[in-house]
């Protein structure tokens, strides 16, 4: 059984603060924008992460997601460097980039949820 705080969950919360600040600082792609790094996720092994990103851009379609994704992934080597630099790890997991709809869900069930009050309310 897995402890509470494994060293994968932990190498994964460094990657992740590290990650957000380099992409902040230091990516200077356009088509990355205004990104946070949500949840990394290591397997067991610390050969592969997958960093989950949102947008601060409320609307976003598709195709913007799509040229995020892909400008992160083109900056993966160079992120890659940077954690190899600043994290003390014998091996630094290779970047998998997807994007985290949750932010997303969350807002649209807070609609849902303020409609169904008015609704009740009458207002």
Do not use: W
């Not at 088509?31 to 397997?43: I, L, N």
């Not at 990103?53 to 997601?65: M, Y």
Request: aromatic letters at 6%; proline letters at 2%.
């Amino acid at each position: 059984m897995a402890k509470e705080f494994s060293r994968t969950s932990r190498i994964g919360e460094v990657i992740m603060r590290e990650l957000a600040q380099m992409i902040q600082q230091e990516v200077s792609d356009p088509r990355v924008g205004m990104v946070t790094v949500s949840h990394v996720d290591v397997t067991s092994d610390l050969r592969y992460a997958k960093v989950y990103i949102t947008r601060l851009n409320e609307t976003e379609s598709e195709e913007d997601v799509k040229e995020c994704i892909a400008g992160l992934t083109n900056a993966a080597g160079f992120l890659k460097r940077g954690i190899a630099k600043r994290v003390e790890i014998r091996t630094v997991p290779e970047l998998k980039f997807y994007y985290d709809k949750s932010l997303e869900h969350g807002f649209h069930m807070d609609e849902l949820i303020a409609k169904a009050n008015k609704d009740i309310t009458g207002s």
